[in-house]
């Protein structure tokens, strides 16, 4: 049973990188998938979440218009694409399955720097 993300990096601010979680070990698409992020110093926040069948999903004020989650359920993954990224998107990503178990990825570092 795992997540794991993929897809960080160092990106110029206005730049764009695509994050993934491919999940393995149980049944994903029964599972409300998530994206979380934690910078340095401050709390680990929702940045975005998706129904098991895709057809909902929310976002953190911050990030509406600019980043957008989806899913693949025959893939078994879950991708976060962000856009006009900004300095304050500097943080640890980390993807989040929500059912019968709370699972966790183990993070992937998105730096936003000039």
């Known amino acids: 049973v795992q997540l794991v993300e993929s897809g960080g990096g160092l990106v110029q601010p206005g730049g764009s990188l695509r994050l993934s979680c491919a999940a393995s070990g149980f049944t994903f698409s029964s599972y409300v998938m998530s994206w979380y992020r934690q910078a340095p110093g401050k709390e680990r926040e929702l940045v975005a979440s998706i129904s098991n069948g895709g057809v909902s999903t929310t976002y953190v004020l911050s990030v509406k218009g600019r980043f957008t989650i989806s899913r693949d359920n025959a893939k078994n993954t879950v991708y976060l694409q962000m856009n006009s990224l900004k300095p304050d998107d500097t943080a640890v990503y980390y993807c989040?399955?929500?059912?019968?178990?709370?699972?966790w990825g183990q993070g992937t570092q998105v730096t936003v720097s000039s």
């Open positions: 989040k399955a929500t059912g019968l178990r709370v699972l």
